[in-house]
């Protein structure tokens, strides 16, 4: 493999975790428009089959969790950025744009943490609805 420059590594994953963000976020609203459509035609929230209700439930908690997961980064990195200029300005060395700075690790764990549940909230919610459509396909009568 040939050598590469470790921002092309760094871009590549900002690239990539954002496109999976979309397309969870995406595929979450998908799954609850498939639970809306596929519910039985008599009734309410309350008459769905229970797969159908775990799954929707698990939809929405995906997206819960992607709204969680931009929130917490965005006020982390905010409030971080700010005491890094009020320090700047405290100690006489102002921060700008191409100041060198370090950040601690763990400030990014918990995005990471809630990225990686939304993920897996949205796989186990599929996971559920291929269950429903095989029980629903093959055992009609025991989709409830």
Excluded: H
Aim: proline share 4%; net charge neutral; hydrophobic share 50%.
């Amino acid at each position: 493999m040939a050598e590469t420059k470790f921002r092309n590594f760094r871009d590549n994953y900002i690239a990539l975790s954002s496109l999976a963000s979309g397309n969870a976020r995406t595929l979450a609203f998908a799954g609850l428009a498939f639970v809306w459509l596929f519910k039985p035609s008599a009734g309410g929230v309350n008459e769905l089959p229970g797969l159908l209700y775990a799954s929707g439930c698990l939809f929405v908690l995906t997206l819960i969790l992607d709204v969680l997961q931009y929130a917490y980064a965005t006020a982390a990195w905010g409030i971080y950025c700010r005491l890094k200029e009020r320090e700047g300005e405290r100690t006489g060395n102002p921060i700008n744009d191409d100041t060198d700075v370090s950040a601690p690790e763990q400030i990014n764990w918990p995005t990471l943490a809630l990225f990686w549940a939304k993920q897996a909230t949205l796989f186990v919610a599929y996971f559920i609805v291929a269950l429903y459509m095989f029980i629903s396909k093959f055992y009609p009568d025991g989709v409830n």
